[in-house]
T-cell receptor, first 115, second 111 residues
């Protein structure tokens, strides 16, 4: 069964550094998402991506964040200058969404630790 | 405001006992409601959604529009049900299917 994959599983970075989190969604899916979960808190929506552009983004997704689908396979989340409060689990998800049910399939997550 | 509320952070029941995980929502339109589960060291996965009205692993959830609730129930809990459970809401195509999440309930089934 196809799965969403994410790399790396754990990323440690220093404050102010740029990080790129990578995701490979399920190949025939059309919608792509990033969520984050700060330790002990709820899952929060960051951004959705459809037809090669951002379709929705939350207040969290400020100018420090960007997403790309550089090669039709990968879906990346870049944080330009990391802050301590960016430490969280970042989940990628994808959805076929053609049936209208919007079921999302999640990757295993990348744990980002900013020191 | 769009919101999903799971009032219990932790629910602990004995094996064989009934389980009910509560979820209430606030949404102006007609949402789709989901329950996602995360077993230890595994990824988030869909457990069930209200439109399919199915039972998965013995769990059911009924959407009550009057009470704006989507509680998850199972008549007889099993130890393998121990996990984090998240209730989530989607506005459908209008919101590009983004999910709004509850805070999650940790379910512990005691032997």
């Amino acid at each position: 069964e196809p799965e969403v994959t994410q790399t790396p599983s754990h990323q440690v970075t220093q404050m102010g550094q740029e990080v790129i989190l990578r995701c490979v969604p399920i190949s025939n899916h059309l919608y792509f998402y990033w969520y984050r979960q700060i330790l002990g808190q709820k899952v929060e929506f960051l951004v959705s991506f459809y037809n090669n552009e951002i379709s929705e983004k939350s207040e969290i997704f400020d100018d420090q964040f960007s997403v790309e689908r550089p090669d039709g396979s990968n879906f990346t989340l870049k944080i330009r200058s990391t802050k301590l409060e960016d430490s969280a689990m970042y989940f990628c998800a994808s959805s076929e969404a053609t049936s209208g049910t919007g079921e999302q399939y999640f990757g295993p997550g990348t744990r980002l630790t900013v020191t | 405001a769009q919101r999903v509320t799971q009032p219990e952070k932790l629910l602990s029941v004995f094996k064989g006992a009934p389980v009910e995980l509560k979820c209430n929502y606030s949404y102006s339109g007609s949402p789709e409601l989901f329950w996602y589960v995360q077993y230890s060291r595994q990824r988030l996965q869909l457990l069930l959604r209200h439109i399919s009205r199915e039972s998965i692993k013995g769990f059911t959830a009924d959407l009550n529009k009057g009470e704006t609730s989507f509680h998850l129930k199972k008549p007889f809990a099993q130890e393998e049900d121990s996990a984090m459970y998240y209730c989530a809401l989607s506005g459908g195509m209008d919101s590009n299917y983004q999910l709004i999440w509850g805070a999650g309930t940790k379910l512990i089934i005691k032997p």
